[in-house]
């Protein structure tokens, strides 16, 4: 593990202005935070952080980053907080932090939606900034490099399954080979043990029979470039165990039929050396058609830039080989990473596109397993070259098409097309497209993404936005069903529903808008009756009551009165069953029945208070209430109306207020009881006729 001093001294090395009290800061920081925690190997637990920080040095990154991967584990794991590392370390650093940080309760979800919530997380914050994603794929190169010690097999082959679906492509599209190479093989070595070991043993068998062959084949090849005048440098290795187990898995081959088992890096002076030295080795060995790739002219989406070659060398031996700068050379390794820190408007134009298409991807995914089908199509594929007829050029997957590429150009583009031309022939929009493919899209207004579509596009750019557009086209056609229902439910309540009712109906079946409620009904994910409490809440049981009370005869029996003594409802509160009530008696006069809370009872001081109940079948009281109305003409047969539906009987009507553009009425009401009353008060309400009702 590095020292306070050695990696204080390793920042300064590259980055004499760093602050070097901040990072020594940083460095204690997270001692004492992770304190006496310890990882599955014994290490205490901040060996973690500081050789992930370490990491980042080997890369010559910024201070804040260095800084970043000291601390990223501290919130998660420890008892800072964000608001805890803004304040000892800034603003910039806390953002950082925190877009690495893995939320804890990611650790409890399923193991589909844990990897796709872990991946938009930082998906989204990398596309701020890209440092996230590097000290991410440090934390979890370091995290591999350990997995040996997790005693769990089911969660090393978790960890590996992850790494090898999601960090180690993420680390190859952004160009930092190394880390991917690493990640692959120890991924590789989890998840398929016995042909780890298998492959190793091969390995380890050619090694010992091929007496020094790399070195000799390099040499060779040395000696061939200097006879031409050229000054390079030449390397050889064998490929790593998991790219031959690739190759035999795509080739349905076994290990002898593998033949391209040796791999050879050419570093020349300049780019013209790199082209000079291309044509001495195809002039000297015979060459492979089809297996020449020029990725100097045309870089790879992560900027990847190097000429790619195999050769068959003496004896049919088949040898790749690589041709690049030494500059070409340093960036191809360590991608972004390796000119982020004093560069960072110096990206790949590529990158740029590619961060915005998988934020695209994220947004439009419609569930954690889709997302993940997406982001992995996004970023795990080999590459071709196509242009627009403008000469714009477009990389995409082997197998893409032209809806592919029209998606690849723009959403909107994509969306709008109905065929295209590829090298000026119209052809079937499913043609694979070819490398140097010119393309033209014919799009036309009235188009929209067809489902058939999705059996023949391969970019996650493409399918999310089919899918999506279906998505949105099923949901109108649900939601247009919705509405037909929608208007035999609201029929069916004893109110007039407009605009406002239905706003109050969404906010208590806490949706946003109305074609939410209008899909919810057409897909049955709600039922008529929901639909009539939210727009009147006691509607329901007024409809299932209402046929009853127009049968009923009104009486009203009162509880608690001597027998013979007479009483009367207070007209000052009308009463109604269901409120509670009181008794005044005066000398020589019957009792009075108040509700509760009406004011008079202050009143009543040389009175007799009686404790009153309503009897069992008391039913058909007269309730009134003050009724506010826009002042337009039908509102008051609209209420009318409304009374009409509820079976309330207008006992009154009087004009009290005009107050442009509103008229103020007083109403009494013959209902059956309280939560009649009520129920009348939540039809007014909802009512686009009524600016304010209450009961007074």
């Not at 973690?48 to 990491?55: F, R």
């Not at 932090?97 to 990897?115: C, F, P, Y």
């Not at 197998?399 to 079937?428: S, Y």
Request: with cysteine.
């Amino acid at each position: 593990m590095l020292r306070q001093y050695e990696l204080v001294e390793r920042v300064l090395g590259y980055d004499p202005d760093a602050d070097q009290a901040l990072l020594n800061r940083a460095y204690v920081y997270t001692v004492q935070k992770h304190g006496s925690q310890q990882r599955a190997s014994g290490d205490p637990y901040f060996s973690h952080p500081v050789e992930v920080a370490g990491l980042m040095t080997d890369l010559k990154l910024d201070q804040e980053t260095i800084i970043t991967a000291l601390l990223h584990d501290t919130v998660e794991d420890t008892l800072a907080t964000i608001e805890d590392i803004e304040a000892n370390f800034g603003p910039e650093i806390a953002r950082l932090v925190d877009g690495v940080t893995k939320l804890s309760k990611i650790e409890q979800m399923a193991e589909n939606e844990r990897a796709a919530e872990n991946l938009r997380k930082f998906l989204l914050a990398m596309s701020e900034d890209i440092r996230v994603l590097l000290v991410k794929l440090a934390d979890r190169l370091h995290n591999m490099r350990t997995l040996h010690f997790i005693k769990s097999p089911a969660k090393r082959q978790r960890i590996a399954r992850e790494t090898m679906d999601i960090y180690a492509p993420l680390a190859e599209r952004v160009g930092m080979y190394e880390y991917m190479r690493e990640m692959q093989l120890l991924a590789f070595e989890q998840l398929e043990p016995e042909a780890f070991a298998t492959l190793g043993r091969r390995l380890e068998e050619l090694r010992s029979k091929d007496g020094g062959q790399v070195d000799a084949i390099a040499l060779k090849i040395k000696q061939a470039l200097a006879e031409s005048g050229l000054m390079v440098e030449v390397s050889g290795r064998e490929k790593h165990p998991y790219s031959i187990w690739k190759k035999m898995a795509e080739r349905h081959v076994n290990f002898e039929q593998v033949t391209d088992i040796m791999a050879f890096r050419v570093i020349c002076e300049n780019e013209a050396d790199c082209y000079h030295a291309l044509g001495v080795l195809h002039t000297t060995w015979q060459f492979l058609p089809g297996k020449f790739k020029d990725y100097i002219s045309t870089p790879k989406v992560n900027g990847y830039r190097s000429l790619h070659t195999s050769l068959m060398y003496e004896n049919s031996m088949r040898v790749e080989v690589q041709i690049r700068t030494r500059e070409m050379h340093q960036r191809n390794e360590f991608g972004l990473a390796a000119h982020w820190a004093y560069k960072q408007d110096d990206r790949p134009d590529g990158q740029v596109g590619w961060l915005r298409d998988l934020i695209e991807i994220v947004d439009a995914s419609h569930d954690a397993e889709e997302m993940l089908e997406h982001t992995r199509l996004a970023i795990y594929q080999d590459r071709i070259f196509a242009f627009t007829p403008k000469g714009a050029l477009f990389q995409l997957p082997k197998g893409a098409t032209a809806v592919d590429f029209a998606f690849a150009v723009h959403t909107d583009l994509g969306a709008l097309t109905v065929g295209a031309k590829i090298n000026g022939r119209h052809m079937p929009l499913r043609t694979p497209l070819q490398n140097g493919d010119v393309v033209e899209i014919i799009k036309s207004k009235n188009a929209e993404p067809q489902l058939s579509w999705l059996g023949f596009v391969v970019t996650g750019k493409a399918r999310a936005a089919i899918r999506r557009a279906l998505r949105m086209k099923e949901r109108e056609e649900v939601a247009g069903i919705g509405r037909m229902l929608f208007d035999g439910i609201a029929a069916r309540v004893p109110a007039k529903i407009g605009k406002k009712a239905i706003r109050e109906a969404l906010k208590r079946l806490e949706m946003e808008e109305e074609d939410d409620l209008m899909f919810a009904i057409g897909s049955a994910r709600i039922s008529d009756r929901e639909v009539m409490e939210a727009l009147v809440p006691g509607s329901t049981a007024e409809i299932e009551e209402s046929a009853d009370w127009a049968r009923r005869e009104k009486t009203i029996s009162i509880r608690g009165l001597t027998p013979g003594v007479g009483f009367k409802l207070a007209e000052c509160c009308h009463p109604v069953p269901g409120d509670r009530i009181v008794g005044l008696r005066k000398q020589g006069e019957g009792v009075e029945v108040h509700a509760i809370d009406c004011f008079h009872l202050a009143q009543g001081e040389d009175a007799d208070w009686l404790d009153l109940n309503w009897g069992n079948r008391s039913q058909g009281a007269v309730g009134r209430l003050r009724v506010t109305l826009y002042d337009r003409p039908g509102t008051l047969a609209e209420i009318a109306g409304l009374f009409a539906r509820n079976l309330a009987n207008v006992k009154t009507l009087s004009h009290t207020q005009d107050d442009p553009p509103f008229s103020s009425y007083d109403i009494d009401l013959e209902v059956q009881d309280l939560a009649h009353l009520t129920r009348i008060l939540s039809a007014l309400r909802a009512s686009d006729a009524v600016a304010q009702a209450e009961r007074i």
